[in-house]
């Protein structure tokens, strides 16, 4: 069983920005393309950001290009997302998840294509 658990969330001010990680336990996360995605209340699950297993991929939702900035720690076994310039827009669960079998260069924003998943965090952004 693949355990991830995310972390850095919390109540944040418009403008500032947030670190959040991802780590692993059980199994090496360099193995694995990983995908962060975040659901506010009644609204859909949505493709943030994503990292090949090579980190040599690395892909953005349009909501955050440019703000945003994913990357990984396999000596900690970690997968982190950085965020700028927060907004009150940026306000949802996080999640991070894996997904094995794949190529060394893909990763992917699609959100059926990932098999584990951690428990989420959440971000609030409010002044």
């Known amino acids: 069983q693949l355990h991830l658990v995310e972390s850095g969330g919390g109540l944040m001010q418009p403008g500032g920005s947030l670190r959040l990680s991802c780590t692993a336990s059980?199994?090496?996360?360099?193995?694995?393309?990983v995908g962060w995605f975040r659901q506010a209340p009644g609204k859909e699950r949505e493709g943030v950001s994503c990292?090949?297993?090579?980190?040599?991929?690395?892909k953005y939702g349009d909501s955050v290009i440019g703000r945003a900035t994913v990357s990984r720690d396999n000596a900690r076994n970690t997968v982190s997302l950085e965020l700028s310039s927060v907004n009150p827009e940026d306000t949802a669960v996080y999640y991070c998840?894996?997904?094995?079998?794949?190529?060394?260069?893909?990763?992917?924003?699609?959100?059926?294509?990932?098999?584990?998943w951690g428990q989420g965090t959440q971000v609030t952004v409010s002044s």
């Open positions: 998840a894996t997904e094995g079998d794949v190529i060394p260069d893909f990763c992917t924003l699609r959100f059926g294509h990932y098999d584990d």
């Open positions: 059980g199994f090496t996360i360099g193995d694995y393309a």
């Open positions: 990292i090949s297993r090579s980190a040599k991929t690395l």
